[in-house]
């Protein structure tokens, strides 16, 4: 009852941890959600950009060749009209103009005559005369289908209440349509004539980039289409506009904006062939059907002008080939949409993450933490399918943060109870070593007589004058479970080994005793390898094992005439490769579980070692000896204690002096053991 009691608390320990995690993640998400989302949203564009092949719209920029050959931005109005004509001429469904004329012509005659008092009184009376060229283009513009642009201010312009709106916006408009009091208009020549007017309005997102168009806005309390929205509803012969709940309406065509009347954009890399420069389509020779019925749209791409933006695709791209982008999304079909129940569908994935990761990691249930796997494997893929598939954007980010946060808090959780429980079993074994005091003659007796059974460290010394080996062992109390053994098969062949028996105290030296007397044997019946040798002794241990103990080992068969090595290791410590040069490497080994826990097919390991070099084994009472602040002796000691030692002996006494002085007088947690094979060729 006590366990299941101190089960059921470990558990809810982790369960905090994950929902602590969960509840970071949440907060992270709620806050930060869009902006983490839209680099992804950003690649994904520019991984597959829209296919603008076939587009209807053609743009028609009046970029540095127009500028080389008219002269600089603004453009006398008589320019102005006759790019309109030309393009007129052409039969294009609607021509817009992405760009404002709040201001007369700037050579009107009436300016001119003012420049040159030296004219004389009837030659500047003919000069004043002359029409003004800005009603000239303004029956330019009232022989053809143009649209002129308009910009929603906070301040300055005109009252917008006297402007015409052209199209009827009927609907409930979008709730957070943005707003502005007054308006700047073209001069009156020029708005009075035009076919329709379209906003020019539109901010980019708050990291700069350009990723939606507004269709409409209020302006003086009335609502107005955009440039884009106004061009599609003259090109679809449309005489209104309606608006619906995150949609606007174009006759049969209906299109999904936010809460702000924004169309959110798929773009693509707009063809080179649908772009003209102005100067061209001044030049005799353009092609009389170059914008049959086309919309065109007309606007600044000079260097030096301020209709230049940040879009997904490009850092800097020309305004009006953004509007010329949203104007074909509008007509073809090419936007992306973010479905409303995308948000709650996101969040209801993270949380089931969250849940399964909290029901099953805490019970170590791994095959079960597939399922969390698989779903966040799946998440990110699917999400992309969407994009690809039907130009929805759904955000793999706040499932995959909800559910690893929550991850990574039950797994800080399950490391702060691994450690909890470390702790208990260390306290548990000190009241261990307190009751079994009491015994400490009797225990200081089998000292005696354990450590009698291993080979002296004398008669290690005298084995063969082609090795330098030995060895020693302390064990944590007065017996313990470590052993080694080095042993004569033949006239060339010296077998070794060091093991640690689980457990400490009578059992574990019982066990030792055992463990090292089928060693031996084992190893003299002369098996043909040490992977057979591990089996028949891995199998005579197991069949006299009636306490369910079990041995690590590491066994090795010497060739002293060559120096060829044989290795075995049953979930023993690696050993250490001490080369000529002085330098130390673990010996990484392959090996098998401990003895006495599984058949396993234990494999022979081949080493070599050169003249002078030394293979040292150690069992974990080295690694993880501890001083009285609770910290590991480590790899890093055990190394210093080996540099410059030059024999067995020195090797040995060396890493056993390096381990008490660090542990300062604290009772060793585990037995000692410590063997060096020096082969000296």
Known sequence: MTALKSAFKRHHRIWLAGVAGLLLASLLSAWGGEAMRRPLFDLWQRTAPRDMSGTKVHVVLIDGDGLAAVGPWPWPRYHMARLTEEIAARH??????????PEPDRVRPDIFAALYPELSLAAAAEVQALPPMDRLWGQVIGRAPVVLGRAGVAAGGSDPGQLFVDAEVKGALPPALPAEPRVIANIPDLEQAALGHGLLNGRPDSDGVVR????????????????????????LDATAITAGPGSIAIGERRVPVDDEGRLLLHFGHFPPEAISSAADVLRQGFPADAFAGQIVLVGLAAEGTADIVATPLAAEYYGPLVQAQALDAIL???WLERPRWAAPAEWSLGLLLALLVLLLAPGRRRLWLLAPAMIAVTVPAGAWFAFAGLSW?????????????????????????????????RETLVRERIAAAATEGELQA???????????????????????????????????????????????????????VTGKGVP????????????????????????????????????????????????????????????????????????????????KLDGGPPFCIVDFPYPDEPMKLAPGE??????????EALNGADALFGHERLLAALEGRNSATAMIESVRDAVRAFEDGTDPTDDLTVMAVRYLG
């Open 212 to 235: 939606r168009v507004p269709t409409l806005m209020k302006v003086g309390g009335r609502p107005m289409p955009g440039l884009s929205l106004e061009l599609a509803r003259i090109g």
């Open 92 to 101: 294009p469904k609607a021509i817009g103009f992405d760009m404002l004329f």
């Open 393 to 425: 954007l759904i955000d793999p980010l706040r499932p995959l943060l909800l559910g690893g946060v929550t991850a990574a808090g039950v797994a800080g959780g399950m490391f702060v109870e691994a450690r909890r429980e470390r702790e208990r079993l």
């Open 332 to 334: 073809r079909g090419g």
């Open 508 to 587: 574990a030296a019982l066990f030792m005793a055992l463990s090292k007397a089928l060693a031996k044997s084992v190893v003299l019946r002369g098996t043909p390898s040490l992977a057979d040798a591990a089996f028949i002794l891995n199998e005579e241990l197991m069949r006299d094992n009636s306490e369910s103990m079990n041995v690590t080992m590491l066994v090795g068969i010497l060739d002293a005439s060559t120096g060829d090595l044989v290795l075995m290791s049953a979930g023993h410590e690696d050993p250490l490769h001490v080369r000529t040069d002085g330098t130390i490497a673990i010996h």
């Open 614 to 623: 030394t293979l040292v084994l150690i069992s974990d009472g080295v690694s």
């Open 446 to 500: 089998a000292r005696t007589i354990q450590l009698g059974m291993l080979p002296p460290r004398a008669d290690l010394a005298r084995i063969d004058p082609r090795i330098d080996v030995d060895a020693l062992l302390e064990p944590a109390r007065s017996i313990g479970g470590d052993l080694y053994d080095v042993i004569r098969l033949d006239a060339d062949r010296i077998a070794f080994l060091v093991g640690d």
